[in-house]
């Protein structure tokens, strides 16, 4: 699939996997210039984020239909650091769904150096109502 040019930092590469790209921030780093660990998960987040936009609607869209997403569980393996001024790309796909989760599987690398992962993570989502209570997975993320 082509590069989607209407939105900067998303590439999408496959109907299963999405490519969002970000840039490592003075913010984002701690005294070394080394991304602090917990920022990951930032970017994990925006890529999920991204993931669903591009696949199927915007997370708002769910939320008015009454779709609060959380996570459920996070597995994260740190291979190598991500440093101040890395241009980063988070590949995401769904790995599989059941009825009350979705296990989203996302892989950070640096850009243009796609063989070398620096951070590995499943994470598990479930869908909650806005007061709570656990709801079924949407019908549609079956299919990715």
């Not at 917990?38 to 199927?56: F, G, Q, S």
């Not at 740190?78 to 790995?95: I, K, M, Q, T, Y």
């Not at 994470?123 to 949407?138: A, C, I, M």
């Amino acid at each position: 699939m082509a590069d989607q040019t209407s939105v900067p930092g998303k590439k999408a590469v496959a109907p299963t996997e999405l490519q969002f790209e970000c840039k490592v921030y003075y913010e984002d780093t701690d005294c070394m210039g080394v991304v602090y660990h917990a920022n990951y998960l930032k970017y994990l987040e925006r890529a999920r984020t991204e993931y669903v936009a591009e696949r199927l609607a915007k997370v708002e869209d769910y939320h008015e239909r009454g779709f609060l997403f959380m996570v459920h569980k996070i597995e994260m393996v740190f291979h190598a650091p991500a440093r101040l001024g890395d241009n980063l790309v988070v590949r995401s796909w769904v790995e599989h769904t059941t009825r009350y989760r979705i296990v989203v599987k996302q892989i950070i690398i640096k850009k243009g150096e796609p063989r070398d992962y620096l951070v590995t993570a499943t994470v598990t989502l479930v869908t909650v109502t806005p007061d709570g209570q656990l709801r079924e997975v949407p019908g549609e993320f079956h299919e990715l």
